[in-house]
């Protein structure tokens, strides 16, 4: 497991798509189905502050489109299946999520977008902090602003 922990402006400036990483969660199957179990500092590299879920996402549309200076993230295909972008200034990456039991991990300062959701699909994302709008860059060129910083 890659442990990545930018905290300050620094990282979100040098951070990169190579950052984000696939990490396996746990799966415990019995006959009567599966259970993952995600605690942090655990099996993720930070605390949960928070929990949000996407869901009846009409198909063809997007969501995402915005980067953020601190907040690390886990995007979890809760149900069916998405693709993430993934947009450090320079390189990009698309990662497919479609397994419960594995979650992206995405690093402060990349560019986000969610796609090509499957019909029923559920995005749970575990976050690091509380909302905060301030933590939000929600323009591309203010985004590449930062990263040239
Ligand atoms: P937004 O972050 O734009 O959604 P997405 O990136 O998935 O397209 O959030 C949509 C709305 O929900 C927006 O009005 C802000 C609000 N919101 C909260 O109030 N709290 C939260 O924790 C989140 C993630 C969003």
Redesign the pocket.
Known sequence: MIITNFSDSEGMVKSSVYDCSILPLNKIHNRAGNITIVEGQKNIPFDIK?I?Y?YDIPGGED????AHKELRQLIVAASGSFDVMLDDGINKKIVTLNRPNYGLLVVPGIWRE?MEFSSGAICL?L?SE??L?FD?IRDYSTFISYKND
Do not use: F, Q, T
């Open positions: 928070r949000y996407l969501r995402g489109g915005h969610l994302v976050a509380k909302y709008e939000y």
